[in-house]
């Protein structure tokens, strides 16, 4: 039986054909009607691929392929949006993507030859394939989906949150550089539409204005004199200080930081009224300046009890316990007032994941030292976490039960101590001694 060698492909993918080897078994050659009769068939094969590749080509919005990512492996995708490649060819496209087993954040644009195409699904009508996975799922599956989409988008209906998709779907900024770092972005955010040209802007790390060169920026620093955020520092522990804003007094500054959370917070709003708003921004401080670390924001007057609004730790700065010492603060505040605080909803995941390690990790420490022997007003009052917050938290560590009409917490040694095991270490410690601080209320 005849064997014929793999032919040789050249890099635009067209296969070599006039100089393979044909062979019989035995080493002699076939007649030469049988090697014409391999090389057309050969040359079939190609043309088909290539003309099935060209008639697949662009691809279109809505289709399901995979896709080589950063760890060289493929992952399925679905093409979010397409634009065609400056200088191309009539089928030369990137194609921005969402990974479908990872956060939004991590969507990207990709160029062709990352995608699979042998591995195209065809494109189906949403709906229909919203309908056909929901029924393969399992009640806790879809319970799961549910939970994440609430937790959000809660304060969106099912139109707006159409719009809200449609309108952030594709990042229009993939980088920024802010002090000595260049930061790849995760989300889409509202900048001026004079910047949407821009793939990376430049800020000034002390007062978030943002450029499209790096030489006005080089331009703007000569001219900066600030060294810090603008507003009042009340708060230094060796390295670490914290500056209290008023949106109303830095209005630019405010809305600068503003845009720049955005890029790295998938469902917050944007409030272009800063006025109504306290940011407490987080420096790590060296001779140089004080650099940002991440910020909270609070209203100054909130009927629902928030004493937090919008909370993030700037990715080069992630893992190192600051965001769980942004909340802590954020409490020691709460107390200052005299009041119990929330967090203002929906949560961002990373600041859901940050709030459920603070509650339960600052619990459970009261509770062991208490021997359970405490009510959840009392762990109200000592730690101004909101009643229902510590009752979902600890039903969610099953310490607490429900008899006779009340809620009853039970602390097993050994359980705290496994519990505190599992949630990990603490965050940066709030010296509350190094704390200068007067509520809003009472400045006057």
């Known amino acids: 039986m005849g064997s014929i060698d793999t032919p040789a492909v050249e890099e635009n993918g067209s296969t070599q054909t006039p100089d393979a080897t044909y062979t019989n078994g035995d080493g002699s050659s076939p007649p030469p009607a049988a090697a014409d009769s ?18 697949m080509l662009p691809l279109e919005v809505g289709t399901r392929v995979l896709c080589r990512w950063r760890d060289v492996k493929f992952h399925l995708v679905k093409v979010i949006e397409r634009r065609r490649m400056q200088c191309g060819g009539p089928n030369d496209y990137e194609y921005y993507v969402h990974y479908t087993e990872f956060n939004r954040r991590l969507d990207e644009w990709v160029r062709l030859e990352q995608l ?63 002090g000595r770092y260049e930061i790849e972005t995760w989300y889409f955010s509202p900048f001026p539409p004079e910047c949407n040209d821009s793939l990376k802007l430049y800020f000034c790390e ?34 670490l200080s914290m500056f209290e804003v008023d ?28 006025d109504l708003f306290l940011f407490y921004v987080l420096c790590e401080c060296d001779d140089r300046g004080c650099h940002m670390v991440g910020y909270f924001s609070k209203e100054k007057h909130s009927e629902e009890s ?13 893992r190192k316990g600051y965001g ?25 995941d990373l600041g859901l994941l940050s709030y459920r390690g603070y509650w339960t990790r600052v619990l459970l420490d009261i509770l062991k030292k208490h021997k359970g022997n405490i009510s959840i007003k009392e762990l109200s009052d000592m730690t101004a976490i ?41 965050g940066l410690e709030v010296d509350v001694s190094k704390l200068i601080w007067t509520p809003y209320k009472e400045q006057g």
């Open 38 to 55: 391999a090389i057309a068939r050969l040359g079939n094969e190609s043309f088909r691929s290539n003309k099935r590749r060209s008639s």
């Open 116 to 178: 699979d195409l042998a591995s195209v699904e065809t494109v189906v009508d949403e709906k229909v394939e919203d309908k056909v996975t929901s029924l393969k799922m399992t009640r806790h599956q879809k319970r799961k989906i549910d939970e994440t989409h609430v937790e959000g988008h809660e304060e969106l209906d099912a139109a707006s949150l159409r719009e809200h998709e449609e309108f952030t779907k594709v990042k229009n900024i993939a980088t920024i550089e802010l």
């Open 206 to 239: 002390f007062c978030l204005n943002f450029m499209k060169r790096k030489e006005q920026l080089q331009r703007h620093m000569r001219k900066c004199d600030l060294k810090h955020p603008p507003g009042d520092e009340i708060y230094r522990s060796g390295t």
């Open 247 to 274: 949106g109303k007094k830095n209005k630019v500054y405010g809305q600068n930081l503003c845009y720049l959370a955005k890029l790295f917070l998938d469902h917050k709003t944007l409030y272009y009224d800063v």
């Open 306 to 318: 928030y004493n937090l609004a919008c909370i993030l730790t700037l990715p080069p700065y992630q």
């Open 324 to 348: 769980k010492f942004l909340i802590a603060f954020s409490y020691e505040l709460s107390k200052k007032e005299g009041k119990v605080g929330t967090p203002e909803r929906p949560l961002s």
């Open 386 to 426: 909101k009643a229902e917050d510590i009752l979902a938290t600890l039903q969610g560590l099953e310490l607490i039960q429900y008899r006779k009409g009340q809620h009853v917490i039970c602390a097993d040694p050994k359980v705290l101590d496994r519990h505190l095991k599992a949630a990990g270490r603490g």
